[in-house]
C-alpha cells in the first residue's frame, strides 16, 4: 500500500512509541515493531496563535493546525463535527452543593455522540494514508459516526457490533447503507475479530485499530473546544467519561499542548475519569494502587463504556494521578438517576455514559475527592434518544386521561 509523505498529514510529523520512544514515518501502522507499545503522533506545530484559530471554522478543522490530517482537510466531504456548546450549569450544581459547573454538550455532534470527532481525523488520515473502507468495532457510537462519515465521503463503510447492542444504535447506524455486522460477544471479542480482519485487509481502514493513533489525537479537540470557550484558560477540574480510555487522555493531551504553545496560562488542573462499576476496570486499578488494569467482563447498562480491556487504561492511571485526580464508578441505579438528574436540573438529555459521569461527579463531590468550590467541567459525550431503554421505567407520562376538562380536573393535575 502506498505510504503518504510526512508532509500531507499537516503538522503531524511522526509515529513514537509510547513506551520506548522509537520513532517511524507516518503511515498505517499503530504498533511499535520493537516493544509492541502503542504509536502516537508527533508533531511540529508552526507557532500557532489564538487569532489563527478563532479564524477557522466553527467545527474541528478550527484546529487542523494541531491535527494529523492534510491542511486541505475542509476540501474533502466529511462530518464536520465539533464546535458543540459548553453549557453553564447552575442548576446542577446547585443541586449538587458546587460553585461553577459547566457542562460540555458532546450529543449536538453530527450523530449525537463525540465519536464523530476522532471519526473525521480518521477518515481524512486514512483518505490520505490510501485506504479504500472506513471500518470499526465498536459499542453503537462509533459505528454510528463511522456509517454516517463513511456516507458522506462516498465509500465503503463496515462496521463490526456486539449483537446485544440498543435497537437505537443499531438502526442509526444501518440506516446510512454501508456493511453493519452484529457479532455474538463482547466489545472484546468484536474488537479482536476486527484486528484479524484488520490484518488480512490492507485496504480497509479500522479507525480504532489500525489507524488508531489518528483517530485517537481526535478527541484533543475537545479538549481544546472547552479552554478556548472558556475564554482561553483551563478548568480546574474534569470529569471525563472512560470506555478504552482515548478521550480522557486526550483532552489531558490537548491542555498540555495548549499551555506549551502559550494558547492558555499555565495552571494545575485535575483530570477524573468516570465508569460504570459493571465496566471499571479503570477505577479498580486507581483504588487498588495498580499500575495496570486487569480485564474484566462488561455486565452494566452503559453499553457505550462497556469495554473490558481497555487499551489506554495505563494512561488514564498515569493522567489522573499526575494531576491528582480520581478514577470513580458508578451502579447502574446511579447511572439512571444521574441521567434524570442532568436531564431534570439542565434541560439535557444524555446517553447512559452522560449519567455515568453526573453518577461519579455526584460521588466524587460527596466523597470529597472533588473540590466543590473550583472551576468544574463534565463531558456529556452522547445523546439519551440513542439509550432510551435505559429510562424505559422511569420516563413515563404523569397520566392518561380523556379529552375533557373534567377528567383533567379529576386527575388532580392543575
Ligand atoms: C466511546 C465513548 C466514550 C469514551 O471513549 P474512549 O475514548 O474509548 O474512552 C464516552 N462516551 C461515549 C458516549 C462514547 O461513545
Ligand atoms: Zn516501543
Request: hydrophobic share 45%; proline share 6%; glycine share 10%.
Amino acid at each position: 500500500m502506498a505510504i503518504a509523505p510526512a508532509a500531507s498529514l499537516g503538522p503531524a510529523t511522526a509515529l513514537t512509541c509510547r513506551e520506548c520512544g522509537e520513532s517511524y514515518d507516518l503511515g498505517p501502522r499503530y504498533a511499535c515493531e520493537q516493544c509492541f507499545g502503542p504509536l502516537e503522533i508527533s508533531y511540529d506545530f508552526a507557532g500557532i496563535t489564538r487569532a489563527d484559530i478563532e479564524a477557522g471554522p466553527n467545527n474541528i478543522w478550527r484546529y487542523k493546525g494541531l491535527l494529523p490530517v492534510p491542511s486541505n482537510v475542509e476540501s474533502t466531504p466529511n462530518t464536520e463535527p465539533g464546535w458543540t456548546r459548553l453549557v453553564r450549569a447552575d442548576q446542577l450544581a446547585s443541586a449538587l452543593g458546587i460553585q461553577r459547573l459547566w457542562v460540555k454538550d458532546d450529543s449536538g455532534n453530527p450523530t449525537h455522540s463525540f465519536k464523530d470527532r476522532v471519526v473525521a481525523v480518521a477518515l481524512a488520515a486514512a483518505r490520505e494514508l490510501g485506504f479504500k473502507v472506513l471500518a470499526a468495532p465498536s459499542t453503537g457510537n462509533l459505528a454510528n459516526a463511522v456509517a454516517a462519515a463513511a456516507a458522506r465521503a462516498g465509500i465503503r463503510s463496515a462496521v463490526f457490533v456486539p449483537s446485544d447492542l440498543e435497537s437505537q444504535k443499531i438502526m442509526a447506524t444501518a440506516v446510512y447503507g454501508g456493511t453493519l455486522v452484529t457479532v455474538d460477544g463482547n466489545y472484546d471479542d468484536v474488537n479482536r475479530l476486527a484486528s484479524e480482519i484488520a490484518g488480512e485487509e490492507e485496504d480497509w481502514a479500522f479507525v480504532n485499530v489500525n489507524v488508531r493513533p489518528y483517530y485517537a489525537e481526535g478527541s484533543k479537540t475537545l479538549g481544546y473546544e472547552i479552554a478556548e470557550q472558556l475564554g482561553w484558560r483551563l478548568p480546574d477540574q474534569i470529569v471525563v467519561p472512560v470506555a478504552s480510555g482515548s478521550q480522557l487522555t486526550k483532552i489531558d493531551k490537548a491542555f498540555q499542548e495548549f499551555i506549551k504553545l502559550g494558547l492558555v496560562e499555565d495552571k494545575p488542573y485535575k483530570v477524573f475519569g468516570a465508569q460504570a462499576t459493571g465496566c471499571s476496570p479503570v477505577s479498580a486499578a486507581f483504588k487498588a494502587g495498580h499500575d495496570v488494569v486487569r480485564p474484566v467482563k462488561p455486565d452494566t447498562i452503559a453499553k457505550s463504556l462497556a469495554i473490558g480491556n481497555p487499551a489506554d487504561g495505563p494512561y488514564v492511571l498515569d493522567a489522573v494521578r499526575r494531576t491528582g485526580g480520581a478514577v470513580e464508578d458508578v451502579t447502574d441505579a446511579e447511572v439512571v438517576a444521574g441521567i434524570q438528574l442532568l436531564a431534570q436540573t439542565e434541560g439535557i438529555f444524555g446517553e447512559t455514559a452522560g449519567g455515568v459521569t453526573v453518577g461519579v461527579l455526584r460521588k466524587l463531590v460527596e466523597s470529597g475527592q472533588l473540590d466543590p468550590a473550583a472551576e468544574t467541567v463534565i463531558i456529556n459525550s452522547g445523546d439519551g434518544l440513542k439509550t432510551l431503554d435505559a429510562v424505559a421505567a422511569v420516563a413515563r407520562p404523569s397520566a392518561n386521561i380523556a379529552a375533557s376538562y373534567d377528567a383533567f380536573r379529576k386527575a388532580g393535575l392543575a
